[in-house]
């Protein structure tokens, strides 16, 4: 079901990309045409002008990013982990395992514990289904936002409660700082 959603989605938002291009180019061409040019030079003129303006959005959009991602770092993401931590230490969240590839295997991992609470399991579902929704929908600045918050917080909240070694011995707060030498 996800996967047809997402190819969907895919389909659609490049369908529109497609679409509002070739209006773009339309309405452009027509413009051109109205500066007494003949149909071949209309037709350059609209193509340099789409490209012009298709170059001032990219940076523009670029330098939005960019104000947002120093705010989301100077301002925002500690406050962020530090919310995401004590919500973890409230649910109760099983100890993670020392390393993973990235946030969501630690929280699928929760998801399909025999040993972790309800509490626990539905806080890392509605994580994962937050990840997924933001992949789905081409959110990809937010979703790179999310992933850096919640390998932080979990970083951190291992560090608080310890972790697991893989064959699943403990590790405890008080070691890790002889093993991360």
């Not at 309405?27 to 003949?38: G, K, P, R, S």
């Not at 959009?61 to 409230?90: N, P, S």
């Not at 932080?152 to 405890?172: H, N, S, T």
């Amino acid at each position: 079901m996800a996967t047809q959603f997402q190819s969907a989605a895919r389909r659609s938002y490049w369908f529109s990309v497609l679409f509002s291009s070739l209006v773009d180019f339309v309405v452009a061409f027509i413009i051109a045409l109205f500066f007494d040019n003949t149909a071949g030079q209309a037709f350059i003129v609209a193509l340099i002008a789409i490209a012009a303006l298709y170059i001032f959005q990219l940076l523009y959009a670029l330098l939005g990013v960019i104000k947002v991602a120093i705010l989301f770092y100077w301002f925002d993401k500690k406050k962020r982990v530090q919310a995401t931590v004590d919500e973890m230490i409230a649910r109760r969240m099983p100890k993670p395992v020392r390393f993973y590839a990235d946030a969501s295997e630690y929280l699928l991992s929760v998801v399909k514990s025999d040993t972790a609470n309800n509490d626990a399991k539905l806080y890392a579902g509605a994580a994962l289904g937050s990840i997924d929704t933001l992949r789905a929908t081409n959110h990809s600045y937010q979703l790179i936002n999310l992933g850096l918050v919640l390998e932080e917080a979990i970083k951190e909240y291992g560090r608080l409660v310890g972790f697991v070694w893989d064959d699943g011995l403990d590790i405890a707060p008080e070691d890790l700082a002889e093993i991360e030498r």
